[in-house]
């Protein structure tokens, strides 16, 4: 009997963990060109926007526009409390990342460090040449056909510029860590791979270092815009994982994060003066 009961409760607790998790799956777009799909090589997210640059960049010269991107972008911690719109929420904010932050071991989610702030550039001899790095119009040009070997929104073979080590606490998928390749050449950009499994319910969804999500950055002086673009791959992973009473849906769940990735960078932009 009590074995029994053991295993209803077992069952109550997943239909509630799935039942939040369907409520929360439908979201809003918003006006970014948002792509996703998937087929035999996987699962993939990908976005494209150009965004007006901020008043304040009329006063910076390259270099400090380029300055104020790279600190935007490794600013982690400020990813905490990050929000999206839920639809089956009326469209409301939701948050996305309960807890972010840096850290020094990826294996100790407690090492945590302070986010870097930097007062000139990067070498970048850390890479072979700025021409390799593809720019973010190349990017968009192929970001619905990637697969496990061209999924970064870097020439292939580009070393990173640097790496930082990263814990968040996802609202849905938990507490993992993450590695974040910066390359810094004609675009800027970030790459995140999942250290530890991301699981939800206990079960899991992507496999240790299956995740692959990117946002890459063009300074269009000419328009005055940022050239954004953002993706998330994860090969030979099915859309959709089929549980007892509920599916979740991976496409709906990282084009919600590739998304707030997207407005996460805005928001810096217009928060650095």
Same mark, same amino acid.
């Given at each position: ?25 439908? %979201?809003?777009? =918003?006006? @970014?060109?948002?792509?996703a ?14 965004? #007006?640059? *901020? =008043? ?6 390259? =270099?400090e ?19 999206y719109?839920? !639809?089956?929420?009326?469209?409301? *904010?939701?948050?996305l ?14 090492? !945590?460090? =302070?986010?870097p702030?930097? @007062? ?14 593809? @720019?973010a ?16 929104? $870097?020439?292939?073979?580009? /070393?990173?510029? $640097? ?29 995140? !791979?999942?250290?530890?499994p991301?699981? $939800? ?5 992507? /496999?240790?270092g ?16 940022? %050239? ?10 099915? #859309?959709?994982?089929?549980?007892? $009473? ?28």
């Amino acid at each position: 009997m009590n074995s029994m009961k053991k295993i209803l409760l077992f069952l109550a607790y997943l239909t509630l963990c799935f039942a939040v998790f369907a409520a929360e799956s439908d %979201v809003s777009p =918003e006006s @970014s060109t948002i792509k996703a799909g998937s087929g035999s090589d996987g699962v993939y997210v990908s976005l494209s926007e150009r965004v #007006p640059y *901020p =008043e304040y960049f009329a006063n910076l010269s390259r =270099e400090e526009k380029a300055l104020s991107v790279l600190n935007a972008l490794t600013a982690i911690s400020t990813q905490k409390g990050l929000q999206y719109i839920s !639809r089956r929420a009326g469209y409301k *904010p939701k948050t996305l990342f309960e807890d972010s932050y840096l850290i020094s071991d990826l294996d100790d989610r407690k090492s !945590r460090i =302070e986010d870097p702030v930097f @007062s000139e550039l990067p070498s970048s001899g850390l890479v072979k040449a700025a021409s390799d790095v593809a @720019s973010a119009t190349d990017v968009a040009s192929s970001a619905a056909v990637r697969t496990g070997a061209d999924s970064t929104p $870097f020439a292939d073979g580009a /070393e990173p510029t $640097f790496t930082l080590f990263a814990y968040q606490k996802d609202n849905r998928f938990g507490g993992n860590t993450y590695t974040v390749d910066y390359y810094i050449g004609s675009s800027f950009g970030l790459v995140i !791979r999942n250290h530890t499994p991301i699981r $939800f319910a206990g079960v899991t969804c992507v /496999e240790s270092g299956a995740l692959e999500m990117s946002l890459s950055v063009t300074l269009d002086d000419k328009s005055g815009e940022f %050239v954004i673009d953002g993706s998330a791959f994860i090969p030979g992973q099915k #859309p959709k994982i089929s549980f007892i $009473f509920y599916t979740v849906d991976l496409e709906s769940s990282f084009s919600r994060r590739v998304t707030a990735l997207k407005n996460w960078f805005v928001e810096r932009m217009q928060a650095e003066r």
